[in-house]
T-cell receptor, first 120, second 114 residues
Framework: DTEVTQTPKHLVMGMTNKKSLKCEQH?????MYWYKQKAKKPPELMFV???????INESVPSRFSPECPNSSLLNLHLHALQPEDSALYLC???????????????????FGPGTRLTVL | EDKVVQSPLSLVVHEGDTVTLNCSYE??????LLWYKQEKKAPTFLFML????IEKKSGRLSSILDKKELFSILNITATQTGDSAVYLC??????????????FGKGTKLSVKP
């Protein structure tokens, strides 16, 4: 299995709703990432998990709450979002540099298909 | 501040043409340079380059890195309409405080006309 899956594909939510985005990979990768991508812009890094621990939070507002329940799953919990949070949310995974046999590959990130989020 | 600059920002060609996309970078702690193709959804991995002067090839696509001059090019020969996409260049940083960080360029939008 060489893919990253994300659910749902599309999500429409109101500003008072609570929802979650899910990401799953079965490549044995121990680093997982959340990106936000606005139209005609490159992906922007939000969070990095390494060995199920949060290692990077790029000053993301607390209305976005990541969770990594195990090595294959990554969630992004959403609460009280704003219309400007509407975007494509991408999950990615890569090998971790502690994997010495594949140290050079840890920059090689594989992306999921994304969740298109619309906040009304 | 780390930055990755791609040029041109957009390009329109006809089927059969050869195109060259450019990516230059200024980063601390360079580890690798990656090319992705993005159509409507997720970026699809194309190449990762870590060594200078070694060309990577996959079918009609090829890429090379120059670590002295801090740039990379992506070549596509005999373009097809299916090559129409945004091509993203990203620089990967060394493991450490910026672990996992990819710095993306703004992308080059390629349109291939029949």
């Amino acid at each position: 299995d060489t893919e990253v899956t994300q659910t749902p594909k599309h999500l429409v939510m109101g500003m008072t709703n609570k929802k979650s985005l899910k990401c799953e990979q079965h490549m044995g990768h121990r680093a997982m990432y959340w990106y936000k991508q606005k139209a005609k812009k490159p992906p922007e890094l939000m969070f990095v998990y390494s060995y199920e621990k949060l290692s990077i939070n790029e000053s993301v507002p607390s209305r976005f709450s990541p969770e990594c329940p195990n090595s294959s799953l990554l969630n992004l919990h959403l609460h009280a979002l704003q219309p400007e949070d509407s975007a494509l949310y991408l999950c990615a995974s890569s090998r971790n540099p502690r994997d010495r046999a594949h140290r050079d590959l840890y920059n090689e990130q594989f992306f999921g298909p994304g969740t298109r989020l619309t906040v009304l | 501040e780390d930055k990755v600059v791609q040029s041109p920002l957009s390009l329109v060609v006809h089927e059969g043409d050869t195109v060259t996309l450019n990516c230059s970078y200024e980063v601390t702690n360079f580890r690798s340079l990656l090319w992705y193709k993005q159509e409507k959804k997720a970026p699809t991995f194309l190449f990762m380059l870590t060594s200078s002067g070694i060309e990577k090839k996959s079918g009609r696509l090829s890429s090379i890195l120059d670590k002295k001059e801090l740039f990379s090019i992506l070549n596509i020969t005999a373009t097809q309409t299916g090559d129409s996409a945004v091509y993203l260049c990203a620089v990967g940083l060394n493991y450490g405080g910026s672990q996992g960080n990819l710095i993306f360029g703004k992308g080059t939008k390629l349109s291939v006309k029949p």
